[in-house]
Structure formats: C-alpha cells, structure tokens
C-alpha cells in the first residue's frame, strides 16, 4: 500500500481523515464483549473514565478541546454498514463461522447506540467520562483513546514544515523495516497487531500492519483491529479484557462473591460462546492469586495472556501451574503483549517457544539468523508462545522528530471502567502502579485478594 504519509499530514483536510472511520475500528474483544454484556447484562449501567498515566504531559494543553469534542461527536452519530454486518456474520474467527448471534447482529444494525459523554479539562488534563447503559459505553474505549492519540499526532505534525515530515517519517518507516528484517525468518513465529488503542494515526496503523504481513507473512497471524482485518483479509484477533471481570466483581455482595467472581465471569463467558474464546487473563486482581485458588476446570482453557506481569517470570508460573494440574503446556498458548518491542519478543520467542541448547542465554536472541543456528535453539519449545505487539509497533516515532524534541512519544493513556450500577469498579493488576480505583476499594481489594505474586514495575505504555 503507497500512502504520502508527509503529503497528507501537510494538506491535512478533516472531512477526508475523520479518525473514527467506522464502528469497526476497534479491537475485536470489544465486538466479543459487547454480545457477551447484550446477552448477559442488557440493563446493567456502567460508567468509564479517561486516564492520562503520563502526568509529565498535559494533554489538555495539547490536544484542541474543540477538535476531540467534534470527533467524538461523528463518532457517536456512526452505524454499523451492511457490508460489515454481513461480514461479521459469515466470516471465520477462529475457525468458528457464526460466533456472532444473528439477534445480536439485528441489534447491532437497529439499535445499537454509543452513550453520551462529559468532556472538560482541569489543570492541563483532559476530563472524559462516559455514562449510561453498558452496552452503550463499553465501546468509548477504544474510539476515544485512538481519537486522543490521533489529535496528539496532529497537534505535532501542524508545527513540521513538509521537508521535516518527510524527515519523521522516513525515519520512522526505516526503523519499522529494520524490526521486521529482525523479525524476518524466524521459525514458528508468531506475531499479532495490537496496536490500535495508542497508535500514531490510523493511516499510519494501516501501513504498519500491511507492511508486517506483506514482510514476515505467515509469521504475522493478524490484527486486533476489526476494520482493518475486514478490509485487508486479515485474521481478527481477541477475546476478553479485564472490563469483564471487574464489573462482576463490583455487582459482588460481599467479599466471598467478590473473591469468587472472577472465577464466576469464566463460567458465564465459556456458556456464553459455547466454549471457545478461551483464553485467560488473570492479572485483574493479581495472577497468582488467580491460579492458585482456580478451580481444576480453569486449567482446560486454551491459554492465558500476559498483561501486566514480568512475561518470563508470568510465563513460568503458568507452565508450572499447568503441569501441577496434569495439563500438558505444550498444548497451550501463552501470549504476551504489555509494552513489548522486537528485543523482548526475540527473547521471549526464544525462551517459551524453542528449546535452549548449549546454554544460550533468551537475552542473547537479537537476530533472527540467531533462530536459525540449531546449535543454540529448536523450534520446539515448552509452550506455544504468540507476541501481541502494540505501542512499539504502531507508534514508535522516538527520536525521529528533525526537531529534536519528544511531541510524538507515545503516552501510557487508558480509558477504563469505574463504576458499575452505582459500584465503584477496581483493578488490581500484578503491578501497584497499575491499579486502578477509589483507594477505599483498592485496599480493600487487597485484602481480599491479597498481594501475592504482585511487583512496584514502572508503566511504560
């Protein structure tokens, strides 16, 4: 695909590049989730909340209050096309065809409606919330975060003259290709697009994930944006995120169902899709907590993925959780996709899915040539290990700028669920600065969950 990336930032004209172009420029676990929340909590209100992690910038001083106010806005009166519905309902998501209700997709068609929003800033922060029924909300996630990226970028590129834009991206496109050429030819690798949340643009986005599948081919196993996987024959890939979870754990009446609840939303989620889609994420409220106290079935499902926890030493646990259960990890998946770049899925590759010889260190896998000297590793490895790439891959401008300064660094930005019928809504994660809630309720939380297993990491993206 040949985009003038320089070009049309400089003759940048909104009604050509609205940022939201379609409902389906979301991730795919958002369209699993919301049939999951139609069938199962049809009148359960739910509110979510904007997050800036980076306090360091003031994104209210950035981003143009008028210009976010207007894309949410055409991104509120958006529907659902025919042609997307269609292919929705006739599509293969892995390898299941229909795993899309035909009364779910009628919904979508007639009824389906994004809620209203609050938008204001205070002291140099955005302040966005949305409220109403779940079904409504849930989807402002992504739509929001990849709108306040986007203006980010745009805010930048007004201050690039075009001979500095061609620099940017120049730069930028020689740096993506260099992580792909070490990335080119490794055995049995996998690789996903997780990038739409915090991506650079959606131009850029669609030239990223193109380039990746043009260039590593079978090694790119797809995109967990839905309209861009629909628009280039791509695999969707995704199944469920902590939103889940947290709701039930909210709806809780005390702290026994509260501690049950995580255990309670797998019961439902797996009857809801008739078990398929099953792939854990446990760091809601701690991981190790999660395994140790899971019931036996839980080791039945097909994987776990790594959010918010060290990968090598979640990847560790997981294996020999598994195995103390009588399960085979080989016939597992384990997925990793906090603030990973190439270094770290090299290394992770390496580690999870070959076998060391010689005692080669993970750190050492810095080459894809490194994959294919048989005296170091076999493809054949403990577990099958997938790399969801996200941040790193779909906006990695770092250093690129001609004018030397940091505009276009991504930042940590979440827009999370925070009340629940009136209930506060907590998140814990496997790392203290990433918990999320009152801090009434996060320690509480703690108390019930306990800390387990738990770090104090620094949160990069």
Not at 122 to 142: A, K, N, P, R
Not at 255 to 264: F, G, I, P, S, W
Not at 345 to 367: C, E, K, M, V, W
Not at 395 to 420: A, I, Q, W, Y
Request: net charge negative.
């Amino acid at each position: 695909m040949i985009i003038n990336l320089a070009r049309r930032a400089h003759d940048h004209n909104w009604e050509l590049d609205p940022i939201t172009r379609s409902l389906l420029d979301t991730d795919f676990y958002k369209l699993l989730m919301l049939q999951f929340i139609w069938k199962n909590f049809p009148s359960t209100h739910a509110t979510f909340t904007l997050l800036n992690r980076t306090t360091s910038v003031r994104l209210g001083d950035v981003v143009n209050p008028h210009e976010l106010r207007e894309q949410l806005e055409a991104t509120r009166k958006l529907r659902f096309h025919k042609s997307e519905l269609i292919w929705l309902a006739g599509n293969t998501f892995y390898g299941r065809r229909g795993i899309f209700e035909p009364a779910f997709l009628e919904w979508l068609e007639r009824d389906f409606r994004l809620s209203d929003f609050d938008l204001s800033e205070q002291d140099g922060q955005i302040v966005l919330s949305f409220s109403g029924l779940w079904t409504e909300t849930t989807m402002w996630e992504i739509y929001a975060l990849s709108i306040i990226d986007e203006l980010k970028t745009r805010a930048s590129l007004k201050r690039l003259s075009e001979l500095e834009l061609d620099i940017l991206y120049a730069r930028a496109k020689t740096r993506l290709w260099e992580k792909m050429e070490r990335l080119r030819g490794v055995p049995k690798l996998n690789i996903s697009d997780f990038g739409t949340r915090r991506r650079h643009s959606f131009l850029w986005h669609e030239y990223v994930v193109t380039a990746m599948s043009d260039t590593l081919g079978a090694g790119f196993s797809g995109s967990s944006n839905t309209y861009l996987a629909y628009k280039h024959d791509m695999e969707a890939i995704g199944t469920n995120a902590h939103e889940l979870p947290m709701a039930m754990a909210a709806l809780a009446n005390d702290d026994e169902e509260l501690k049950t609840a995580q255990y309670r939303f797998l019961e439902l989620w797996q009857k809801s899709y008739q078990g398929e889609l099953l792939i854990l994420l446990p760091d809601t409220f701690g991981t190790t907590q999660f395994l140790d106290n899971a019931p036996d079935w839980v080791a039945d499902w097909t994987g776990q993925r790594i959010d918010s926890k060290d990968p090598w030493l979640a990847g560790d646990e997981y294996i020999a959780w598994l195995e103390r259960r009588g399960r085979n990890p080989r016939h597992k998946r384990l997925i990793a996709s906090d603030a990973l770049d190439v270094e770290q899925i090299l290394a992770l590759h390496a580690y999870f899915g070959g076998t060391l010889r010689n005692g080669a260190s993970p750190g050492s896998f810095q080459r894809a040539t490194d994959f294919l000297d048989e005296k170091k590793w076999v493809p054949d490895g403990r577990i099958r290990f997938s790399a969801g790439w996200g941040t790193y891959l779909t906006n990695d401008f770092r250093g690129c700028n001609p004018r030397d300064d940091d505009g276009f660094d991504p930042v940590s930005l979440v827009c999370k669920l925070t009340e629940v019928d009136g209930r506060p809504a907590v998140k814990l994660s496997d790392n203290y600065s990433k918990a999320l809630g009152d801090p009434d309720q996060v320690a509480r939380y703690r108390r019930v969950f306990g800390t387990a297993g738990v770090a104090d990491m620094p949160v990069f993206t």
